[in-house]
């Protein structure tokens, strides 16, 4: 017969011990098991066979059991030497469902649920559902939403399991109805309140969330508060106290700031102390606090990063630059002491490269300033990551940084980059009633087999055009960066069915160009070829009187030296789709002396990315593009078929390509064809901004465009009596739209929808554009 041993333990925690002698355990049974396992169990009561057990003993084995949570009772028996444990286990959780919530995600509270004990197939701890709901009010009310109800219910299903559902009344977000600042004298009520994230609720908080009330939000703004104060000398400024107080139905915040601005003092004396590896001057130069300015934290700090970024360049990448004021309360003003650190000056002891499956490591490699063996910079590493990023070939260059085993001076250093498409690749087949068939294929390669090299190759062949070219350039002809390039070509215009001009313009020839870096950014360019051309002239009827004058005078056919040169200064932050810098390149191009032509033409390209958020998705654009051409020596005025021309999308987007400026003469049909002129100015605003959808932006562009510009003749023809040689802002055209940029695996795809802002006489719109191999 079984006699009652010791104790009952309920979930109350009270326990009743029977009076017993001590015993050997020769055996311990467990019973009233369903679902723990009994190895879990036996670890748990820590009371093995053949050992003896008193009441005392057997008390503690029964609470550590119970501190498993996975029973409601525990009941030890004695029968004969065999302790019999007898367990009522607590219920599982069968099934959890969450309800009425919206702005926290489902999948994140059963995460949070799981996190704090509570999910489904585990023990049921009422404890724990208690803390939930305590955790879930307070997250709802970090969001401002102070009048949520959390709500749960148990069902008891077979098999001692429970079903658990959580209610969730979410509320409205209460709104801002008043911001308060007390204490403030120097600055009005409406500067320091407009330093607040969080705002007053009004008509357009229907389109935003800063009227919500947040204590993260909160805290930002009076750190900023904080920091406004700092910048401007009040060092000794504080909140005093910060009041938040609810309407009787929780849906209405009022806010109530007390401060204390203390008085304006100034900049004392500086002084550099520590271990100054660096000589005092060049550090003391890096320092932009001056003595009697306005003291302003930020200026401060902005000295220590500054004698940081110096030691970082000298190869102590570990600096530590502390700046310490020591404020003077009777003359008002602050004496700064920088105490420098520099540590362990950081060798790097290699280079590797990831991601690069395609370019090989050596075209990398040769874009690096930071050499291996030599001390690490800060400067140096950041520009090899930047030359990289201007290739074009990557969508994103990472840099990490490794610390090598067994070594406090040494580091290895890992770009990690990104492959993107380097080149294009098109062709097309069509047919029109003046082309006839037409066929063209064309294929470009910025990276051609991972080398570096640029090759590209095109070929079209119709009724009316017939054109063939290769261009081949090496960006590292010498190990210095001397570049090499060549191209040839073959053009003919054959213009013999166009209804509106009878005349053919046949070219031919090829150059030879060098590059020459003169730093980091700049280059100097310069080329010469040879060119022929030949004009044929068909019905003179239907030919406009300028191209007709010009063979008159200059003849039909031409030989032409042609010398270019041209200087770049490129400091974009990417190759495609820069986000950040400027660019700007001057170029020259002439007949030279001893060619049938002699002419020369001046081009200026610049544009600059000014960024309105620290990720770049948000960023403003300006670019413009100037131009001036003229004859010189014996050649009577600039050919016609070397004018600048406008319209389209390298130029003014919204008007079709090469439509816009000075026209010919009429015809005998009537018609006035676009001429160029020898003068261009063009300019356009870009807004670039993200869609919602897309993370991405290094291959996908949007943006909203303002373009304006058009040509100039400056030396009108006596035939054309409608020719302006003036230059006027009044003649210029103008159009606004939103354009889209997509790097695709078949190059770079650009549309644009556009609507003209002003037009002039007989120019030609045109609403949707779209191009293949360029991007904005």
């Not at 959780?93 to 919530?101: P, V």
Request: with cysteine; charged share 25%.
């Amino acid at each position: 017969m079984k006699r009652k041993l010791a104790l009952i333990l309920l979930l109350t925690g009270l326990s009743c011990f029977v009076q017993a002698a001590p015993f050997q355990v020769s055996d311990i049974r467990v019973d009233g098991l369903q679902r723990i396992d009994l190895g879990a169990v036996l670890r748990a009561f820590a009371v093995d066979i053949g050992e003896e057990v008193d009441e005392f003993r057997l008390a503690r084995a029964s609470k550590s059991l119970f501190a498993t949570g996975y029973f409601n009772d525990i009941q030890l028996y004695r029968d004969g030497s065999v302790l019999v444990v007898k367990v009522l286990e607590r219920p599982a959780l069968s099934k959890i469902e969450i309800d009425g919530n919206k702005a926290l995600e489902t999948d994140a509270l059963m995460d949070g649920l799981k996190n704090m004990g509570l999910a489904e197939g585990e023990v049921f701890q009422r404890a724990a559902l208690e803390r939930i709901r305590l955790e879930l009010l307070r997250l709802y009310a970090a969001q401002g939403r102070y009048g949520a109800q959390i709500e749960s219910e148990l069902n008891e299903l077979p098999e001692n399991r429970l079903g658990l559902k959580i209610n969730i009344r979410e509320g409205k977000p209460a709104t801002i109805q008043h911001i308060n600042v007390v204490g403030n004298q120097v600055f009005s009520d409406e500067i320091l309140e407009s330093l607040f994230e969080l705002e007053v609720s009004g008509f357009w908080s229907f389109f935003g969330n800063e009227d919500r009330y947040s204590r993260e939000k909160l805290s930002g703004d009076l750190e900023r508060l904080r920091s406004y104060y700092l910048d401007r000398g009040y060092i000794n400024f504080k909140v005093e106290s910060t009041e938040v107080s609810l309407t009787p139905d929780r849906n209405q915040v009022y806010i109530t700031v007390s401060i204390s601005e203390g008085e304006q003092f100034q900049f004392g004396s500086f002084d550099l102390v520590g271990d100054l590896v660096i000589p005092r001057e060049e550090l003391a130069a890096a320092v932009v606090v001056k003595q009697g300015d306005t003291f302003s934290r930020r200026l401060m700090v902005r000295s220590s990063d500054q004698i940081i970024r110096m030691l970082g360049d000298a190869g102590f990448l570990q600096a530590n630059v502390n700046p310490v004021p020591a404020i003077d309360e009777a003359n008002k003003r602050v004496d700064i002491k920088f105490f420098v650190d520099p540590g362990r000056r950081i060798y790097v002891r290699r280079i590797d490269f990831r991601g690069n499956t395609t370019t090989a490591d050596d075209v990398l490699r040769r874009e690096m300033r930071q050499m291996e063996g030599g001390w690490a910079s800060t400067d140096k590493m950041e520009k090899s990551k930047q030359r990289l990023e201007r290739l074009g070939y990557f969508s994103a260059v990472n840099l990490e940084t490794s610390p090598v085993p067994g070594s406090d001076d040494q580091i290895d250093l890992e770009y990690s980059v990104t492959e993107q498409l380097s080149g294009n690749l098109a062709a097309s087949i069509g047919f029109s009633q003046s082309s006839g068939l037409i066929l063209a294929a064309s294929i470009a390669q910025e990276n051609f087999l991972g080398t570096g090299k640029s090759v590209s190759f095109s070929i079209s062949n119709s009724d009316t055009d017939t054109e063939y070219s290769f261009r081949y350039t090496d960006p590292y002809y010498t190990v210095d960066g001397v570049s090499r390039g060549f191209n040839v070509y073959y053009r003919k215009q054959d213009f013999d069915e166009d209804d509106l001009s009878d005349y053919n313009l046949d070219s031919y020839g090829g150059s030879v160009s060098f590059g020459y870096p003169i730093d980091e950014y700049q280059r100097l360019n310069f080329s010469a070829g040879f060119e022929n051309l030949q004009i044929k002239i068909g019905d003179p009827a239907s030919v406009p009187q300028e191209i007709l004058d010009f063979v008159a005078i200059e003849g039909s056919e031409y030989d032409q030296v042609l010398l270019t040169g041209s200087w770049s200064d490129n400091h974009l932050n990417r190759g495609m789709l820069a986000t950040d810098g400027y660019s700007q390149s001057l170029s020259l191009e002439m007949g030279a002396p001893g060619s049938d032509l002699n002419y020369y033409k001046l081009r200026y390209r610049g544009q600059r990315y000014l960024p309105l958020t620290d990720s770049h998705r948000w960023a403003l654009s300006f670019k413009t593009q100037l131009g001036f051409g003229d004859s010189f020596g014996d050649t009577s005025e600039m050919p016609f078929f070397k004018n600048f021309y406008a319209g389209g999308f390298s130029t003014v987007r919204g008007f079709k390509n090469n439509s816009l400026g000075p026209r010919s003469t009429p015809d005998s049909f009537g018609e006035r064809d676009p001429l160029g002129g020898n003068v261009l100015i063009t300019g356009s605003a870009e807004l670039i901004f993200p869609l919602p959808w897309v993370e991405d932006t290094t291959s996908l562009r949007t943006l909203l465009f303002v373009d304006m510009g058009s040509v100039f003749d400056t030396k009108c023809s006596v035939s054309n009596p409608g020719c302006t040689d003036q230059v006027r802002v009044k003649d210029m055209s103008a159009a606004a739209g939103v354009g889209l940029s997509w790097l695709t695996f078949i190059g770079p795809m650009s549309f644009t929808l556009a609507r003209p802002l002003k037009e002039q006489e007989f120019d030609e719109t045109e609403t949707f554009q779209f191009s293949l191999g360029r991007t904005f």
